[in-house]
């Protein structure tokens, strides 16, 4: 989990580095993407593993993009929908693009504006030596709206799309047959043709999700039956809460345990089972999954952090103490 880091103050000149090819800071080596590093971004680096290194980054976030939080011992949380632009100064250049989810360490604040930092892993081949850089310039604090706060220019390192999509992030089209599944790393609904259109309304890791408008015949639909949206985040679901209370979403989590419900989880039934999960993935949120015991005996019996796919009913965009989605098991998804 990281920000990004541009010349920060304080680097040691033998300690600083450079990000040479455009990566992606990680949680663990291997593990969660979690930020777009561009090249040329400056890192501090800490610690080696193997082929990885540890480093710290760092930079400036718009405060209407995060909220408080003591999770894990960190100070704020990334909640804009589909993550926030990370700049050099306050409304200065942006120089890549966090996650929603991420966990961040605050260092200071100016007017509209917080400078964040956080330790990540990346790979030792995408660091190299860089010059000591010129202490930055001071600059007033800025308390206006972030310019394109939502779009990361194509200099910044946006995450790629899969194959098969375009890289325009508005109206593009199919480059070639590819698969379409339901969630990065999930059951596959069908296959698009080339030159089938294919919006792409949002990206995760190396997926993008994709709109796409076309005709069936009315026979082939089943009557009432309740299909399952696919790429719906949990951000996306505490954003707009009509939209989306009551439908059906297949969502990739990490099982952490069964647990039994008590009288603080006033969104569900005193006594009743519930999977405490982590997700969906790749978000770093919790989700409440209540089941029947017959189904929370099927999941005692799963490792501890196996990850699953499951379809589930939106039953609450959060509970009353915790920005933590509730939904109820429809069914496992095969994979």
Request: glycine share 8%; proline share 8%; hydrophobic share 40%.
């Amino acid at each position: 989990m990281a920000l990004f880091l541009l010349f920060a103050p304080g680097l040691r000149a033998q300690e600083a580095r450079e990000i040479s090819t455009a990566t992606r800071l990680r949680k663990e080596p291997k593990g969660i993407e979690l930020v777009s590093l561009p090249a040329g971004t400056s890192v501090e680096p800490k610690r080696t593993r193997g082929d990885w290194h540890e480093v710290v980054v760092e930079g400036w976030i718009f405060n209407r993009s995060i909220e408080r939080t003591r999770r894990d011992g960190f100070d704020l949380v990334v909640t804009a929908a589909n993550g926030e632009n990370i700049r050099s100064a306050p409304n200065g250049e942006v120089v890549g693009r966090v996650r929603t989810g991420t966990l961040l360490r605050k260092e200071e604040g100016r007017g509209a504006w917080t400078r964040v930092s956080r330790a990540g892993w990346v790979p030792r081949r995408a660091v190299k030596s860089a010059p000591r850089p010129e202490p930055p310039a001071s600059v007033e604090p800025d308390s206006t709206e972030p310019v394109e706060s939502g779009a990361l220019p194509t200099q910044a390192a946006a995450p790629p799309p899969p194959d098969g999509v375009s890289t325009d992030t508005g109206r593009g089209q199919v480059a070639r047959e590819t698969a379409l599944f339901a969630a990065p790393e999930g059951s596959q609904y069908g296959t698009l043709q080339m030159g089938a259109p294919a919006r792409v309304v949002g990206r995760s890791g190396d997926w993008a999700r994709v709109q796409l408008e076309g005709w069936v015949r009315d026979s082939d639909l089943a009557p009432g039956s309740d299909v399952s949206l696919g790429g719906v985040t949990a951000a996306e679901v505490r954003a707009d809460p009509p939209r989306y209370i009551g439908r059906t979403v297949d969502w990739r989590l990490e099982l952490i345990a069964v647990q039994t419900a008590d009288e603080l989880r006033i969104e569900i039934p005193k006594g009743r089972p519930y999977l405490l999960t982590r997700g969906p993935l790749p978000e770093l949120g919790f989700v409440y999954v209540t089941v029947t015991e017959a189904q929370a005996n099927e999941f005692r019996s799963l490792q501890a952090l196996e990850e699953v796919t499951l379809r589930v009913t939106i039953k609450a965009p959060r509970t009353r103490f915790l920005a933590t989605p509730v939904v109820e098991l429809v069914s496992r998804v095969v994979e």
